[in-house]
């Protein structure tokens, strides 16, 4: 019912910036929480950041936490992850989720942006 799309990946090298968009499309009207997720080939899915709503919260994993940022622009239908001091293992294919009031799990999945970091 909600339709997402990530755009903004590419080829940087080692600590250099990316911003990331995911822009959602079709039932928007909810309030969902929006989250990124990344995964590389052959690994498990992993958590890298979450933003309530309202903006009101955020939420990074370790790995990434005091380098990238996530928010939201509700009017644009749009969630963004700005990523500095990329590093080699951020590289992986980046997914943007959206999370339904009272619901633990992301119900609705992008089909993901590449990430390449050079070393």
Excluded: H
């Amino acid at each position: 019912q909600v339709q997402l799309a990530e755009s903004g990946g590419g080829l940087v090298q080692a600590g250099g910036s990316l911003r990331l968009s995911c822009a959602a499309s079709g039932r928007t009207f909810s309030r969902y929480a929006m989250g990124w997720f990344r995964q590389a080939p052959g690994k498990e899915r992993e958590f890298v950041a979450r933003i309530t709503w309202s903006s009101s919260s955020t939420y990074y994993a370790e790995s990434v936490q005091g380098r990238f940022t996530i928010s939201r622009d509700n009017a644009k239908n749009t969630v963004y992850l700005q990523m500095n001091s990329l590093k080699p293992e951020d590289t992986d294919v980046y997914y943007c989720a959206a999370q339904e009031p009272g619901n633990s799990l992301y119900s609705y999945w992008g089909q993901g942006t590449q990430v390449t970091v050079s070393s």
